[in-house]
T-cell receptor
């Protein structure tokens, strides 16, 4: 079945780069997403990448996709304390409705001043 | 701000009761999906509605049901509540392409 795995915690210093990693199992994924969730809040769409792309950059965010290894990463440049949150990786499956996103358990990013 | 709103914010119910949660999507969004997020977990897909019909369902029993209305609002109904139904319930709306936007969620506690 489908599965999305993420490491649970990441701690960085303010100003450093953060790299959050994710692996997925289903090779028929169409889109892969990164969402951010702050305490007590819903999910904020940060960025997404189509499965035939290798990289996408959006301001401080860089997404890298390695389809062969089914590995997705999110790099946040110049990490700020406001970036502290839980980051979820999610995949949308080919043939399924775009609403059927499979999420990982989330990576809690802590940014130390 | 995603333009997706949910009500109520918090809700406490007793085991065996029924609950209705509401979501208001962005104008023009013809799909709405509902997710359950247990504490410390990622969201789990419950179902999606497209043009007022169910269009995909996750591994949830029939006591989870939904409705979508022409005015971009939708409902999630859960019957015969169980303690394990305690979770954050999220709705997400979109146009059926790549982007989905989530609401702030309803925190349901079943005692």
């Amino acid at each position: 079945g489908e599965d999305v795995e993420q490491s649970l915690f990441l701690s960085v210093r303010e100003g450093d780069s953060s790299v959050i990693n994710c692996t997925y199992t289903d090779s028929s994924s169409t889109y892969l997403y990164w969402y951010k969730q702050e305490p007590g809040a819903g999910l904020q769409l940060l960025t997404y990448i189509f499965s035939n792309m290798d990289m996408k950059q959006d301001q401080r965010l860089t997404v890298l996709l390695n389809k062969k290894d089914k590995h997705l990463s999110l790099r946040i440049a110049d990490t700020q304390t406001g970036d502290s949150a839980i980051y979820f990786c999610a995949e949308a499956l080919y043939g399924g409705s775009q609403g059927n996103l499979i999420f990982g358990k989330g990576t809690k990013l802590s940014v130390k001043p | 701000e995603t333009g997706v709103t949910q009500s109520p914010t918090h809700l406490i119910k007793t085991r065996g009761q029924q609950v209705t949660l509401r979501c208001s999507s962005q104008s023009g969004h013809n799909t709405v999906s509902w997710y359950q997020q247990a504490l410390g977990q990622g969201p789990q897909f419950i179902f999606q509605y497209y043009r007022e019909e169910e269009n995909g369902r996750g591994n949830f029993p029939p006591r989870f049901s939904g409705l979508q209305f022409p005015n971009y609002s939708s409902e999630l109904n859960v019957n015969a509540l169980e303690l394990d139904d305690s979770a954050l319930y999220l709705c997400a709306s979109g146009t059926g392409d790549s982007e989905q936007y989530f609401g702030p969620g309803t925190r349901l506690t079943v005692t």
